[in-house]
């Protein structure tokens, strides 16, 4: 068994969702003065490596606080969209992953994205479903989907199209995974606990395959 | 396969360390504004469940963020002190466990004291390790001890000794666990996956049994 971690690392000056702000650390204990280190730690719900609950879009829609456990576990498959070198990936290129869809608990966009991750260049045109490939996806018994970019929709459009399309099924939306070139033809379990926040639209999580 | 949620919900209202502060929520982004929620977090960086890296204690020791991710999962057992009704838990209440600490990654010790979760007698006189069995213990192979009170150590011993004896051998120590009753006699695996925040003393992290 080997454990294989997804997420990014959640620093002061990390990438954030233009229009929020980056985390912020301060040392409110220290070894010196009080025999140990404790950090008062400020950030939004949707930093980092996080999941969308559907509540983050639609009214009285649940939180993550509200899903039971396993709603955030199970088999899961990378989907490899790196060759594309386009912004939008529609319906004829998801269709070969049909047999994967059918099977998996999650399925991860794998776009090559997450390389910008620290650069500005990571919140202009990456891809996004179309959403034609989004709602023939929403048709499969997926407990959610995953992507290596800072959100499912283009930061410029937002009535967020492709977000309700999902959330609208109760599928969980991860945004912000790294490594996922790791897993490309392999078969995993996916785990990614978000943090109990009560009335979490989102949360950050720690997303990890164990293959 | 079954899941069973280990973690308190991380609320405004929650029980803290004593000398720290509650967490705070506030509505940054809302659908009616925005088009989504999102919310703006403030906590300390051992809020709830959490993980204590060793540089919580120790300086120049490991944060969490630098720990392989292998760290978080492992096989598990819980021990059971319920019956005891006494604040100190010693080598001779512990050696009865033999076995089972020679076989685990985790273990991690029921005495049902988060039944007091969110009264202020969660704060005190909860039980703890002697040092005799903190020391007997720490010679295992473990990767980590759990446990459902608030501290390893008493909160008015400010050398903390018990933490010291564990994290000086990198095991890690989880606090605040709850729901252990659920496992009592199972062979479980844990998944403790920390927040991945940098320079992390300590994070909040979601424990969850896979039995």
Known sequence: MKTIDLSHTISTGMAVYP?????EFSDQCTIDSDGFYEKKITM??????????????LKKAKSLDKLPISSFTGKAYVLDFSHLQK??????????YKPLLKKSDFILLYTGWYQ??????????????????????AEFSLKGIGV????????????????RIFLEKNILIIENLTALEEL???DFTLF????????????PARAVALV
């Not at 719900?45 to 879009?57: Q, W």
């Not at 290596?148 to 977000?163: K, N």
């Open 192 to 203: 990614c606990f978000p943090l109990k926040i009560e009335n979490s639209d989102g949360a």
């Open 148 to 163: 290596d970019t800072i959100s499912v929709d283009r930061t410029d459009i937002r009535s967020f199209p492709i977000h």
């Open 87 to 96: 912004t939008v990936i529609t319906y004829q290129d998801m269709a070969c």
């Open 116 to 137: 910008k991750w620290g650069e500005s260049a990571y919140f202009k045109n990456f891809p996004v479903l179309s959403t034609e490939a989004a709602t023939w996806i």
């Open 44 to 57: 939004f719900s949707h930093t980092g490596t996080h999941i969308d609950a559907p509540s983050h879009i």
């Open 19 to 23: 229009g929020t702000e980056p985390p």
């Open 184 to 186: 490309l033809n392999i």
